[in-house]
């Protein structure tokens, strides 16, 4: 919904919806990436009702403590464009438009489960689908973020060959975030696959050189380069724990940090 359209009333400059957090201090704004398996249980697509309430409320409660929250979410749960191309029935980019769409779905069940918790919540969208999501306007997201609302970014960045990692890192510089927090299955950024070597080992941080030259695959190079460029970290933790994103928001040193060398702690090394 947009400000103006029934159901909604909007605020002035200076207040915030109801139940915003109001500081005297600046509020931390952090950008979350979700993937699409967020939303559904191991080994089923789709959006399941329990992973779905999660999700929500662990937004809510970080926000709830004073951060300014976006949310960029993956659509794998429903379409995975490389995947789709790959099999040779789709071109690549048709491929990536449908996996966009997946992204919406996502979005807009995200933002309706956030405002059913009281957390007001926006869509905003990179491609133009205006009956059920406004179009991403950096200054408009940037007042939403401001007035206390959850921003959740669909689409990616609205074009093909581009991963969510990288729409993530390219909204997180846009929209003046502090941190980039990556969701995952684990508790951080292992050596190796824990599942598969039960010898890996967790870093605890790494600086965005080493990431890239040990290939550890976390994010694409494209949101690890621009992420280090304008030096935002990137917090890599297990999103399923309970509290972790009040924790990361915090600032609790959980999961792994990736930062830029000058920022690192002196000795990184493995857990």
Same mark, same amino acid.
């Given at each position: 919904m947009h400000p103006g359209e029934?159901?909604? !009333?909007d605020v002035k400059d200076g207040q915030t919806d109801a139940g915003a957090c109001v500081s005297e201090t600046k509020p931390k704004r952090i950008? $979350?990436?979700?993937?699409?398996?967020? @939303?559904? %249980? &191991? *080994?089923i697509g789709g959006i399941d009702p329990a992973e779905l309430e999660l999700i929500a409320s662990e937004i809510a409660d970080a926000r709830a403590k004073g951060? !300014?929250?976006?949310?960029?979410? =993956?659509?794998?749960? @429903?379409?995975?464009?490389? +995947?789709l191309a790959e099999r040779g029935d789709?071109?690549?980019?048709?491929?990536?438009?449908?996996?966009?769409?997946? #992204?919406?779905?996502?979005?807009?069940?995200?933002?309706?489960?956030?405002?059913?918790? =009281?957390?007001?919540?926006?869509v905003?969208?990179?491609?133009?689908?205006?009956?059920?999501? +406004? &179009?991403?306007?950096?200054?408009?997201?940037?007042?939403? $973020?401001e007035k206390g609302r959850v921003v959740v970014l669909g689409a990616g960045t609205g074009? &093909?060959? @581009? #991963?969510t990692d990288t729409c993530a890192s390219l909204r997180a510089t846009e929209l003046g975030c502090s941190a980039l927090l %990556?969701? #995952?299955?684990?508790?951080? /950024?292992?050596?190796?696959?824990?599942? %598969?070597? &039960?010898?890996?080992?967790?870093?605890?941080?790494?600086? @965005?050189?080493?990431? $890239?030259?040990?290939?550890? *695959?976390?994010?694409?190079?494209?949101a690890f380069a621009m992420c280090e460029e304008h030096n935002i970290p990137i917090v890599v933790?297990?999103?399923? %724990?309970? =509290?972790?994103?009040?924790?990361?928001?915090?600032?609790?040193? /959980?999961g792994t940090t990736v930062q830029n060398a000058s920022d690192a702690t002196p000795a990184l090394r493995a857990e």
């Open positions: 029934p159901g909604v !009333q950008l $979350l990436k979700l993937s699409g398996e967020a @939303f559904c %249980k &191991p *080994g951060a !300014q929250i976006a949310v960029v979410v =993956g659509g794998g749960n @429903f379409v995975r464009g490389a +995947e789709i071109v690549r980019a048709t491929a990536d438009y449908m996996g966009m769409l997946g #992204t919406i779905i996502n979005a807009l069940a995200l933002k309706d489960k956030l405002e059913s918790m =009281g957390t007001p919540a926006r905003c969208s990179a491609l133009e689908i205006r009956s059920v999501a +406004e &179009p991403f306007i950096r200054g408009r997201a940037i007042r939403h $973020l074009n &093909p060959f @581009f #991963t %990556k969701a #995952t299955k684990v508790d951080g /950024i292992y050596t190796a696959d824990p599942k %598969k070597d &039960p010898s890996a080992t967790r870093y605890e941080s790494l600086t @965005f050189d080493e990431a $890239l030259e040990k290939r550890l *695959g976390v994010l694409d190079t494209a933790f297990e999103f399923k %724990k309970r =509290g972790n994103i009040a924790r990361v928001v915090a600032g609790e040193n /959980i």
